[in-house]
């Protein structure tokens, strides 16, 4: 578990780099500690070292590690189903990955049972991949609309997009390009419940690429915890 706190610093020398490079600041980039798989001990090195942000993606994996872990700020970044959002509302802070009206209408369901404001992100899978979950480009408007009218708990904070896997990240900017443009479009927007503060963009693989095209909080897992074993992940609730 040594590694981790120089893992960790690797990775925010890159990212301040990454910042520098296009006219940023290292401080304005929240970086999200993908903790799937590990251990509540090894999320609890990570945040000895500065980590204020965990991410995780699966439901009852959250629910293993919480009382475990550290004070800190728990992200849903995972595909969440709709039946399992009362487990976590309680517990995390903000929700990456909305991507339908079903699932924040129950988490707006949720969230006004236990008299809160539920903050999250809509998904925007602007590469069309089939095998990822999101909403088009051309899907987000209506969305935001939507929940806007019919959500009085949940809080829009912003977008999140996951790009595909390429050998060259400088191939997939263009798909991090569109939704800083949505981002952009979309935070001009003046509404109590639309607070776009949160560009989710960027994993192990590509966030420097991802800062570059605008993203201020990326998803790091494996280039700060190592390489994951699959075979310790926990199961689903």
Not at 69 to 82: N, S
Not at 126 to 145: P, V, Y
Request: glycine letters at 6%; hydrophobic letters at 35%.
């Amino acid at each position: 578990m040594e590694d981790i706190g120089r893992n960790l610093e690797t990775v925010r020398e890159q990212i301040a780099q990454a910042a520098e490079g296009c006219g940023r600041k290292a401080e304005d980039i929240t970086l999200c500690a993908v903790s799937k798989t590990r251990t509540p001990e090894e999320i609890n090195v990570a945040i000895d070292h500065g980590v204020t942000d965990i991410g995780e993606n699966k439901v009852q994996e959250i629910m293993d590690k919480f009382d475990s872990v550290k004070p800190v700020r728990w992200h849903m970044i995972g595909h969440l189903q709709t039946n399992k959002v009362k487990y976590i509302i309680d517990k995390v802070d903000m929700i990456h990955s909305v991507d339908s009206l079903k699932l924040a209408k129950e988490i707006n369901k949720r969230a006004a049972a236990k008299d809160l404001t539920m903050d999250i992100l809509l998904q925007v899978n602007s590469a069309q991949e089939e095998s990822k979950f999101g909403i088009s480009l051309e899907e987000t408007e209506g969305l935001i609309n939507d929940i806007l009218e019919q959500c009085e708990n949940v809080r829009i904070r912003g977008l999140m997009c996951v790009a595909p896997k390429a050998d060259d990240p400088e191939d997939i900017k263009i798909y991090f390009t569109e939704v800083k443009e949505q981002f952009d479009q979309f935070g001009k927007i003046e509404h109590p419940r639309l607070d776009f503060q949160y560009l989710s963009m960027g994993m192990s693989h590509d966030f420097p690429v991802a800062i570059e095209a605008g993203s201020n909080l990326v998803r790091v897992g494996s280039a700060i915890f190592g390489e994951r074993d699959y075979s310790k992940q926990t199961g689903n609730r």
